[in-house]
């Protein structure tokens, strides 16, 4: 069982930055990709990004890509989505999911664990 616990969002205006952190509860291993999901209001939730256990793979949605960039610290368990340039489109809660297929995918099924949730709001 892998518990996962997000953190860093808030209320920020357009054109802010703002860096999410997540935190598994276990030491995860090479088969462990983290991925970064988020949910507006009224709509279904959608892959933002991932990354591989290596750090090598990495995905991104198309509308985050150039402004978002996702980490990992394999040593502390954690993952972190630095993002820049953000927009109103962007405000959603988003959840951390951790899956053992060692890949990244963007099917919300391929992830096995899942946090609460941290909201990010942008104002216009």
């Known amino acids: 069982q892998v518990q996962v616990e997000e953190s860093g969002g808030g209320l920020v205006q357009t054109g802010d930055s703002l860096r999410l952190s997540c935190k598994a509860s276990?030491?995860?291993?090479?088969?462990?990709?983290m991925s970064w999901f988020r949910q507006a209001a009224g709509k279904e939730r959608e892959f933002v990004s991932g990354?591989?256990?290596?750090?090598?793979?990495?995905d991104y949605l198309h509308s985050v890509k150039g402004r978002f960039t996702v980490s990992r610290e394999k040593d502390k368990n954690m993952m972190y989505l630095q993002m820049n340039g953000l927009k109103p489109e962007d405000t959603a809660l988003y959840y951390c999911?951790?899956?053992?297929?060692?890949?990244?995918?963007?099917?919300?099924?391929?992830?096995?664990?899942w946090g609460q949730g941290t909201q990010v709001t942008v104002s216009s």
């Open positions: 276990t030491r995860t291993t090479s088969t462990h990709t």
């Open positions: 990354i591989s256990w290596s750090g090598i793979n990495t």
């Open positions: 999911a951790v899956t053992q297929f060692g890949t990244v995918s963007r099917l919300t099924t391929a992830y096995a664990w």
